[in-house]
């Protein structure tokens, strides 16, 4: 019996320690362009921890995640790191593209439509 529950104890404490490698994700970002870039509008505190029960898994927003690297930001290098409001590695299309809903304007729309509460006006996010 008292191996059982010090093997027990011992797996208990690996998955904690494994847990605690691979981190959690943050509650809360501040969505702001990558340097160099100039926004129209004031930086997004985005309530990260809110939309990780509202989506099916986390490639549904960081869509070249493998599931295994480090989650880049959406302005790094090779993602939405382009100015303008055109294409879609514009860092503007990431969050604003209304046609699809990997993006938040995109999914917000949609959500709004079902009748789910979701900010789609600029003011609710640019405060």
């Known amino acids: ?3 059982i ?5 011992a797996l208990c404490a690996l998955g904690t320690a ?4 691979a981190g959690s994700p943050p509650d809360a970002l501040r969505l702001e362009p990558p340097k160099g870039m100039e926004a129209a509008k004031s930086p997004v505190d985005f309530p ?7 989506v099916a898994d986390c490639t549904a927003c960081h869509h070249t995640w493998d599931g295994k690297a ?3 930001a959406c302005g790094s ?6 100015p303008g409001k ?7 299309t990431a969050f604003h593209a209304k046609d699809t809903n990997r993006s938040c304007l995109g999914c917000h729309k949609t959500a709004k439509k079902d009748g789910k509460p979701a900010p789609v006006s600029c003011k609710q996010c640019h405060k």
């Open 77 to 82: 290098a090779g993602c939405h790191d382009q």
């Open 5 to 9: 529950l010090i093997t027990l104890l």
């Open 48 to 54: 990260h921890g809110r939309h990780t029960g509202a």
């Open 1 to 3: 019996m008292r191996r």
């Open 18 to 21: 494994a847990t605690a490698l």
């Open 86 to 92: 055109k294409g879609e590695t514009a860092y503007y």
């Open 70 to 72: 480090e989650i880049k």
